[in-house]
């Protein structure tokens, strides 16, 4: 079901809590805004985030005779997703399963949904070096994978964990696109002034030491919060958020990946 899919994109991270499923969110909408065909698929399966980023929840799938059918955000149908989300009856339900079990919804999402032409498929996929992350290359190493963007935080913690990620890249062969610096510094939402709360320069360091692309510092902006499910490309064109998602996006439609070193 992935043969129509012309470029797949991970998010990883090797860190939990640096905001994958934001910056997987609004790479989708960016991408739908700048005239692709999306498709956004989330198989972080204990802690799926995306129905209730894009306000979504309470969706339903259905099956064709192609497959499941995921869920579009508008009558166009440029941005597809799916979600373990859309199968629980309640979103404080938690999924209580073992690893062969979590495995096999995995390749269910990689086989059996009916995506029809999307242009870019945006996987968000959960922190660590797992069950899940090793079911899902073993799925795309034959498809059109350009590659990962790894999303982190500037504090050392942070950075160590992100440098498994890496490793985790290197050692099975998936290029990386680059690095993302998020939450770096908070944007007051009066003067609009970035006050740096934590650190900042981790993920640049890394990116250097690794050798690969570094794709921009995101800050804490409460206005991205507000309106989730819309492009903040499109509500706020001259924030310093958009500008790092449109750098991205045009990185994206243009980068010739290369495999990570250590």
């Excluded at 999307?118 to 899902?136: M, N, Q």
């Excluded at 290359?137 to 790894?150: H, Q, T, Y």
């Excluded at 993302?180 to 934590?198: A, L, R």
């Amino acid at each position: 079901m992935l043969d129509g899919v012309k470029h797949i994109i991970l998010i990883l991270s090797g860190k939990g809590g640096v905001g994958k499923s934001t910056v997987s969110t609004q790479l989708a909408l960016g991408l739908k805004e700048s005239g692709f065909k999306v498709g956004l698929l989330d198989v972080d399966i204990c802690g799926p985030s995306i129905p209730y980023l894009l306000k979504l929840e309470g969706h339903e799938i259905h099956k064709c005779p192609e497959g499941w059918v995921p869920v579009y955000t508008d009558e166009d149908k440029a941005l597809a997703v799916m979600s373990i989300g859309f199968l629980l009856k309640d979103r404080n339900d938690g999924i209580v399963w073992r690893g062969p079990k979590k495995t096999a919804m995995i390749k269910t999402f990689l086989s059996d949904i009916y995506w029809q032409d999307v242009d870019y498929l945006i996987v968000d996929t959960p922190p660590g070096t797992s069950d899940e992350h090793i079911t899902v290359m073993e799925n795309v190493k034959s498809l059109p994978c350009d590659g990962a963007i790894l999303v982190t935080t500037p504090q050392a913690v942070a950075i160590e964990d992100v440098r498994k990620e890496l490793t985790f890249c290197r050692k099975t062969g998936i290029p990386v696109l680059g690095i993302v610096e998020n939450m770096s510094g908070f944007v007051c939402p009066s003067c609009q002034d970035c006050t740096n709360i934590f650190s900042s320069g981790g993920g640049k360091s890394l990116s250097e030491l690794a050798n690969v692309s570094f794709l921009g510092t995101l800050p804490i902006d409460p206005n991205v919060s507000k309106t989730p499910e819309q492009s903040i490309i499109k509500t706020m064109p001259e924030s310093q958020t958009s500008a790092v998602f449109k750098s991205i996006i045009n990185n994206l439609t243009a980068h010739k990946p290369t495999i990570a070193e250590s």
